[in-house]
Antibody, heavy 123, light 108 residues
Framework: EVQLVESGGGLVQPGGSLRLSCAAS????????MSWVRQAPGKGLEWVAN????????YYVDSVKGRFTISRDNAKSSLFLQMNSLRAEDTAVYFC????????????????WGQGTLVTVSS | SYELTQPPSVSVSPGQTARIPCSGD??????AYWYQQKSGQAPVLVIY???KRPSGIPQKFSGSSSGTMATLTISGAQVEDEGDYYC???????????FGGGTKLTVL
């Protein structure tokens, strides 16, 4: 069974930092693109960042460029999001999500999701 | 920045067909994906690559795409299909993804 379990959320002051983690199991982590998606309270989904299988390519939504860094550790099947210079508008549930591979075919999109971790930026 | 546009809400009676559109300039060349999200839960992929259903998704869910419009169709919608539906795709460059604003489906 595929499992993605996020951790590291919490309350942080504006300007502060937080590091989110996502522990993956039940699939070949190193074969898949991985992504972070967030959802502000009562709002829609927002793609935040993604990272290629070997970590060589990373992409970000404009609003977090230069402040957030996505990374992965394939040996530990783990995904990370380092968030610096946090702002009130970064308050959201952050979801970890994965692509999907079957045999030699890998598919884009977000196939498996964690349950999310809440980040609250407030003084 | 690239945008996908969805109507905020769609309402149908039980047993009717619900259609949720999503428009975006890059959709003629980029696949659309569709997600269902029920209150307090993580999203679930219901359609990938415009019109394919993942394993375990009921046949009542179908997708299509023509020009700059992708459409999610839910045939014979029931109360249990209520929730928020999001389209998802990339910009023309292929690496920056975006969600539509979401459509709240009400079946009553």
């Amino acid at each position: 069974e595929v499992q993605l379990v996020e951790s590291g959320g919490g309350l942080v002051q504006p300007g502060g930092s937080l590091r989110l983690s996502c522990a993956a199991s039940g699939f070949t982590f190193r074969s898949n693109w991985m992504s972070w998606v967030r959802q502000a309270p009562g709002k829609g989904l927002e793609w935040v960042a993604n990272i290629k299988q070997d970590g060589s390519e990373k992409y970000y939504v404009d609003s977090v460029k230069g402040r957030f860094t996505i990374s992965r550790d394939n040996a530990k099947s783990s995904l990370f999001l380092q968030m610096n210079s946090l702002r009130a508008e970064d308050t959201a549930v952050y979801f970890c999500a994965s692509g999907y591979c079957s045999g030699n075919n890998c598919y884009a999109g977000l196939w498996y999701w964690g349950q999310g971790t809440l980040v609250t930026v407030s003084s | 920045s690239y945008e996908l546009t969805q109507p905020p809400s769609v309402s149908v009676s039980p047993g009717q067909t619900a259609r949720i559109p999503c428009s975006g300039d890059a959709l003629p060349k980029k696949y659309a994906y569709w997600y269902q999200q029920k209150s307090g839960q993580a999203p679930v992929l219901v359609i990938y690559e415009d019109n394919k259903r993942p394993s375990g998704i009921p046949q009542k869910f179908s997708g299509s795409s023509s020009g700059t419009m992708a459409t999610l169709t839910i045939s014979g919608a029931q109360v249990e299909d209520e929730g928020d539906y999001y389209c998802y795709s990339t910009d023309s460059g292929g690496y920056h993804w975006v969600f539509g604003g979401g459509t709240k489906l009400t079946v009553l």
